[in-house]
């Protein structure tokens, strides 16, 4: 079984990018900790990151035989419309998560236009959000 882990626009680059909000932890320790979580059922992480909406897309329809997402769609929160669509044809569980809290930070971070489709959300949480989902998701599924 596979499990998507789906980074958005400008998270490649996490550990170095502003730290003093997002982290040190890098993309690469992300992945790492989810695969960790879910290694003992057995399942796999793919695990894809793009700073494009429309390759974002694509990724989600290649792989609705996972059997979740954990989805951290950066700044397309807020208007991320297509992203919406896309999400909202995804058969499986999933779970937005963002390393900030959004909620504590500018007024134009305070609406997802996913929120209202994903199981649940996870801010503010750092890396540790994406571990929190990935069990989550463990929880909700069965096998
Ligand atoms: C983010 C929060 C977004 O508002 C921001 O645009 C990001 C990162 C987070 O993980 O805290 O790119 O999704």
Do not use: C
Request: charged share 20%.
């Amino acid at each position: 079984k596979k499990l998507l882990l789906l980074n958005g626009p400008n998270l490649g680059i996490l550990g170095k990018r502003e730290p003093e909000i997002y982290g040190t932890a890098t993309l690469a320790d992300v992945e790492e900790s989810v695969a960790k979580a879910v290694a003992d059922r057995g399942w796999h992480v793919v695990a894809v990151q793009r700073e494009s909406e429309g390759e974002l897309i694509q990724t989600i329809q290649d792989n609705y035989e996972t059997v979740g997402a954990i989805v951290n769609p950066g700044a397309l929160m807020i208007a991320g419309w297509s992203l919406r669509d896309a999400l909202a044809s995804y058969p499986r569980p999933w779970i937005e998560v963002h390393l900030s809290n959004v909620w504590a930070r500018e007024s134009f971070r305070h609406e997802s236009v996913l929120a209202p489709l994903a199981d649940g959300v996870i801010a503010g949480l750092g890396a540790d959000g994406y571990r929190l989902a990935a069990q989550a998701l463990l929880a909700r599924t069965a096998g």
